[in-house]
């Protein structure tokens, strides 16, 4: 088992090419990615907290928000602080405003609570806001009282910046096209070549063989997860704050990339077709299972149904250990990956064979 073990490691690495832009490749995307600072762009969602009854100044402050290009408004009354940190700390705003009147006479307490960790963002939302506030102040001069308004950044709300939420994701993605995508061409290229045929004519079981070849991928994702996990690092991803159970949990996930590949090798008998299906398998669950954005952000009909891809989970759970979550917590997602690295283990041995045709 050793020897053939090493024979197919050393097949793997032998293919320098698929080696390289199996690492290249999702490098390039972080590099990319960390050029842009997307946490300081587009719109920040706001949400204004009003009491049931707002007054004149609430509801004038509410109107010139919403006239604010780049702010996202929405309005709730009679929301605690803590409630307001709740929605901040699940994503759903970037920031809480929390109108509270005073005593008659004394004005309105205007306080802003965000957790927007990149600086430009950050300056750019409470600078605009703050500039409203003035706005307002004086176009109520002579009537109601004046707004008195703070600013107080909530590091446990929101507190993972645009880029590391993606480190986890391409991290993902790297494993998952290199697992399914190499080893599905590699298992049609040793049917096309004839290695198949003579592994079948010895006395070797085929258990040996795919044990042998799956257990080299293991060995070269590894690496893999590896090298793409200090890259990010070094790029500001901040995923070792995950520890070695987030590199545990990638090589985990690997394994269902792994079946699959098998799988799609097992079907699609044409080596040039096989690469094709591959992608038509990876691509979808790469941009669907949150590699790049949130699944949130997908309208509802399609976020339930990704909730079946074993990929969605897998970052799932990689974020929850980057944001300081146990393992232990994470059973959830692990039973759901346990089944379908069982799943996918049937069905590649269903599929796949040693016969050429």
Same mark, same amino acid.
């Given at each position: 088992?050793?020897?053939?073990?090493?024979?197919?490691l050393?097949?793997i690495?032998?293919?320098?090419?698929?080696?390289?832009w199996?690492?290249?490749?999702?490098?390039?995307?972080?590099?990319?990615?960390r050029?842009?600072s997307?946490?300081?762009?587009?719109?920040?969602e706001?949400?204004?907290?009003?009491?049931?009854?707002?007054?004149?100044?609430?509801?004038?402050?509410?109107?010139?928000?919403?006239?604010v290009d780049f702010?996202?408004i929405?309005?709730?009354?009679?929301?605690?602080?803590?409630a307001?940190l709740?929605?901040?700390?699940?994503?759903?705003?970037?920031?809480?405003?929390?109108?509270?009147?005073?005593?008659?006479?004394?004005?309105l307490?205007?306080?802003?609570?965000?957790?927007?960790?990149?600086?430009?963002?950050?300056?750019?939302?409470v600078?605009g806001?703050?500039?409203?506030?003035?706005?307002?102040?004086?176009?109520?001069?002579?009537?109601?009282?004046?707004?008195?308004?703070?600013?107080?950044?909530?590091?446990?709300?929101?507190?993972?910046?645009?880029?590391?939420?993606l480190?986890p994701?391409?991290?993902?993605?790297?494993?998952?096209?290199?697992?399914?995508i190499?080893?599905a061409?590699s298992?049609?290229?040793?049917?096309?070549?004839?290695?198949?045929?003579?592994i079948?004519?010895t006395?070797?079981p085929?258990?040996?063989f795919?044990?042998?070849?799956?257990?080299?991928y293991?060995?070269?994702?590894?690496?893999?997860?590896?090298?793409?996990?200090?890259?990010a690092?070094?790029?500001?991803a901040?995923?070792?704050?995950?520890? *070695?159970?987030? $590199?545990?949990? @990638? =090589?985990? !996930?690997?394994?269902?990339? &792994?079946? /699959?590949?098998?799988?799609?090798?097992?079907?699609?008998?044409?080596?040039?077709?096989?690469?094709?299906?591959?992608?038509?398998?990876?691509?979808?669950?790469?941009?669907?299972?949150?590699?790049?954005?949130? *699944?949130s952000q $997908?309208?509802? @009909? =399609?976020? !339930?149904?990704?909730?079946? &891809?074993? /990929?969605?989970?897998?970052?799932?759970?990689?974020?929850?250990?980057?944001?300081?979550a146990?393992i232990?917590e994470?059973?959830?997602?692990l039973?759901?990956l346990?089944?379908?690295v069982a799943?996918?283990f049937?069905?590649?041995?269903?599929?796949?064979?040693l016969?050429?045709?």
């Amino acid at each position: 088992m050793g020897p053939l073990f090493g024979a197919s490691l050393k097949m793997i690495v032998r293919d320098r090419q698929a080696v390289f832009w199996a690492l290249a490749f999702p490098i390039m995307f972080l590099g990319v990615f960390r050029l842009f600072s997307f946490d300081s762009f587009g719109t920040t969602e706001l949400l204004v907290v009003t009491q049931p009854e707002p007054s004149v100044a609430q509801q004038t402050l509410v109107d010139a928000l919403q006239r604010v290009d780049f702010l996202e408004i929405r309005t709730e009354s009679g929301l605690t602080e803590a409630a307001a940190l709740e929605v901040l700390d699940e994503d759903r705003a970037d920031a809480a405003l929390l109108l509270t009147d005073f005593e008659v006479g004394e004005g309105l307490d205007a306080r802003l609570l965000h957790g927007i960790s990149d600086p430009i963002g950050s300056s750019a939302t409470v600078a605009g806001i703050s500039s409203v506030v003035d706005s307002v102040n004086i176009q109520l001069q002579g009537g109601d009282p004046p707004i008195t308004f703070v600013a107080d950044s909530i590091d446990s709300a929101g507190g993972t910046s645009f880029f590391e939420f993606l480190g986890p994701g391409i991290i993902g993605m790297g494993l998952m096209n290199f697992a399914t995508i190499s080893l599905a061409g590699s298992l049609s290229r040793y049917r096309e070549e004839g290695v198949l045929r003579r592994i079948r004519a010895t006395p070797l079981p085929a258990w040996r063989f795919f044990a042998s070849v799956v257990g080299a991928y293991l060995v070269v994702a590894a690496v893999q997860v590896l090298v793409l996990t200090l890259v990010a690092e070094a790029l500001g991803a901040n995923v070792l704050r995950g520890g *070695v159970w987030f $590199l545990l949990l @990638a =090589v985990f !996930g690997t394994m269902i990339f &792994l079946n /699959l590949g098998v799988i799609v090798a097992g079907r699609v008998r044409s080596r040039g077709a096989v690469e094709g299906a591959a992608n038509a398998i990876t691509l979808p669950m790469m941009f669907l299972s949150g590699a790049f954005f949130p *699944v949130s952000q $997908l309208p509802d @009909a =399609v976020r !339930g149904a990704v909730q079946a &891809l074993p /990929l969605t989970h897998l970052l799932r759970a990689m974020r929850s250990l980057v944001e300081g979550a146990s393992i232990v917590e994470q059973w959830p997602e692990l039973l759901i990956l346990a089944a379908w690295v069982a799943g996918t283990f049937l069905l590649a041995r269903i599929s796949f064979s040693l016969r050429d045709s």
